[in-house]
Structures are given as C-alpha cells and as structure tokens.
C-alpha cells in the first residue's frame, strides 16, 4: 500500500470514530489538494488578503476548506486573512484552540501569513488575547494594510467592530478613527451583517441604523462580515459599499439563502473562503467553495474613485 492511500484511510477511519466537533484530539494533517483556478490578476506590488467566517468547530469541513485556501495561497501568496467571528465554537482551551484553529491553518502560520479576528456572538471575550488573532487584546481595533502606504495609491487601513457590544465607547472610537483616516482603502470586517438575505439570521438592523451612517459619511469602501452560514454579495448600498457575508468557513446552513432586491450573488450549498487583491483604485475578488469551485468573482471600484480609463 503506497504512503498516500494510508494517509486517506488513515483519515477516513479518524473520522469514523471520532465524532464530527470533537476536539480532544485534533484531527489528522489533511492531505495536500490542487490549488483553485485563480482568477485575481496577481500583480507586481498589489496587496492580497483572505477572508473566512464560521470557521472554528475543528471537524472534517473546516480541515478540508482549510486545505483548499492553503491550496490557493500558494498559487495567490496573501498577506492577510481575516476572520469575522465565530472562530472558535464551545470550548476554547488550549487544545480546542489547536485544534480548532492552529492545526487546520498551520501552513499559513509557518508561512506568515497575518491572521486578525472580530468577535461573534458564539466567541469568549478573553479570545481576544489569543496572540495568533492579532487582536492586541482590544475587541475593536484598527491597523493598516501589512505592507501599504498610510496614504496616496494603494493605501489600506482595516477596521475590526464587535457587532455584538456595539456600546457608545466603541461607537465614538469608530467614528473618531475613521474621520482621521488617510488610506484611500477602508475595509470594515465584523460579525453581524447589515445586509443579508438569510433564512436563519437575515441583517441585524440594529447593527446597520449606526453603523451605515458612519460609512457612509466616511467613506467606507467595503464591508465584510459572517454570522449567516454562506457566501453573498450585496448589490451596492448607500454610498457605493458592497457588502459581503462570508460566514461558510467552518460551517454551513444549506439552501438559506431567500431572493431579495439587494443580493447581487449568493452561494449556499458549500463551504466556502475569500481571497481578494487591491490594484489601486480596484478590488479583485473571488469565492471558492471547499471543493476548489469559482462561486464569484468579480472587480469592485473603490466608491468615490475616479472612472476607471
């Protein structure tokens, strides 16, 4: 028997007896798979990031939608990925941490990629000093694009909320951040989506009543969120932002998706990442599912750029 096939039933048979969630032991390294067909135009001196939602339960979906990003990020080296909540689900001690999140992402790690979390509903607190969230300990936090300009062409700055304490502190912190931004770039990423068309959660209205307002008036360019356990993309909303919920990394609500007059794409049927590439005023972007498909993929001109030539 030749080393790859007892590595597949190697795992096929952890998986039998191990129940899918559990996390006493972390599961078996999954086997390396065909990067994606990579449609971003990677460009000389572009930024590159990732995103993924929903990710942290530690059972075979997320091992093999983490294998797959890994797949693209060697055909598409980003520099970031993003996570926007629910990263860990139930227990968070250090061996669910391992297993939930070290183990199914560790190639990215050993190659140095930035991982930075937001918070969700389903995460502790405390997560927040998790030092491989990049979350410095604050549960509202803002730090630029590795490797950008503070301002001018090609510069980015990120925004992590807590959609879930959207309290006057954090409200005040927002607003007074985003007033003295100079990146020309400003990506919001957090939990609760203002815009979606789902079944099992839909938008949160109380979260979008305060933060649209400032967005808009300080010229957000792109939102990114999870919390709905599948991949859409909004037809863009008051001042030009398209949002994007991106919460299938990990888990899944099939066949949620309702049809409402702001979708513009929607992809509920598999698990699925992000990975996206600024090239000046625009924003590349791709979803691929778990099994390497292209759900979307498109180009997004920064609201408030000047007509592309």
Request: proline letters at 8%.
């Amino acid at each position: 028997m030749n080393a790859a096939r007892f590595r597949r039933l190697l795992a096929v048979a952890w998986l039998a007896i191990v129940p899918a969630g559990h996390t006493s032991f972390a599961l078996p390294p999954a086997a390396p798979v065909p990067a994606p067909n990579i449609t971003l135009p990677r460009l000389d001196g572009s930024f590159r990031f990732a995103v993924i939602g929903d990710t942290g339960r530690g059972d075979r979906p997320q091992y093999e939608t983490g294998a797959r990003l890994i797949a693209a990020h060697g055909a598409f080296p980003f520099h970031l990925t993003l996570m926007v909540g629910d990263n860990i689900y139930g227990a968070d001690t250090p061996a669910d941490m391992e297993a939930k999140f070290t183990t199914p992402y560790k190639a990215l790690l050993d190659a140095g990629v930035t991982f930075r979390a937001a918070l969700g509903n389903h995460d502790n607190p405390n997560q927040r000093f998790f030092k491989p969230f990049g979350m410095d300990g604050q549960r509202y936090y803002t730090f630029p694009g590795p490797g950008t300009p503070k301002t001018g062409p090609g510069s980015v700055r990120f925004f992590a909320i807590d959609s879930t304490y959207l309290d006057a502190e954090q409200l005040q912190w927002l607003e007074r951040e985003l007033k003295g931004c100079e990146a020309e770039w400003r990506i919001a990423f957090f939990h609760h989506p203002l815009y979606s068309s789902g079944r099992g959660h839909g938008p949160s209205l109380e979260s979008r009543a305060v933060l649209e307002p400032l967005f808009v008036r300080y010229g957000v360019s792109a939102a990114f969120s999870g919390h709905d356990h599948f991949y859409e993309r909004s037809k863009p909303q008051k001042g030009g932002i398209v949002y994007w919920v991106s919460g299938a990394g990990g888990s899944l609500r099939r066949n949620d998706i309702r049809a409402t007059p702001q979708s513009a794409k929607g992809f509920d049927t598999d698990y699925h990442f992000m990975i996206l590439e600024i090239v000046g005023d625009d924003l590349h972007y791709q979803a691929i599912s778990r099994t390497g498909v292209t759900v979307d993929k498109g180009l997004l001109r920064r609201p408030g750029a000047p007509a592309a030539p």
